[in-house]
């Protein structure tokens, strides 16, 4: 998971290159859940959260679910959730939301 933390961390390069940007940050925020009765069915979450001061708004995100149990099948769910989380960001940073962030009028 580190290539989605350095995707990330560019998204807040990028993002503070605007300055008249809203005060704040994007983070990751990663969730692996265990089905209870079947140990090899497990859900992967990604969230992307641009956080401020006042507030905590959801950006954008990828989930997966499936059977999970080698190295080399987690390996390749990462890789999948990492390629989604890219696809997703470029779509995000053309959103009004984004937009919104990076020329705020209320800072």
Same mark, same amino acid.
């Given at each position: 998971?580190k290539t ?6 560019? !998204?807040? +390069?990028?993002? &503070?290159?605007?300055?008249?940007r809203? /005060?704040?940050?994007? $983070?990751?925020? %990663? ?9 090899? +069915? %497990?859900?992967?979450?990604? +969230?992307?959260?641009?956080?401020? /001061? %006042? &507030?905590?708004?959801? =950006?954008?995100?990828? &989930?997966?679910?499936?059977?999970? $149990?080698?190295? =080399? ?7 999948? !959730?990492?390629? =989604?989380?890219? %696809?997703? !960001? !470029?779509?995000?940073?053309?959103? &009004?939301?984004? /937009? ?8």
């Amino acid at each position: 998971m580190k290539t989605m933390t350095n995707i990330i961390e560019g !998204l807040n +390069q990028y993002y &503070e290159s605007f300055s008249n940007r809203r /005060k704040g940050y994007f $983070v990751l925020h %990663k969730i692996i859940d265990t089905n209870p009765v079947v140990k090899s +069915q %497990k859900t992967y979450r990604i +969230q992307i959260w641009f956080v401020s /001061k %006042k &507030e905590r708004i959801p =950006a954008f995100g990828a &989930e997966y679910s499936g059977r999970i $149990v080698t190295d =080399a099948e987690e390996n390749k769910v990462i890789s999948e !959730l990492t390629t =989604a989380i890219t %696809k997703s !960001l !470029l779509e995000y940073i053309n959103t &009004e939301k984004f /937009k919104e962030l990076c020329y705020d009028s209320n800072e």
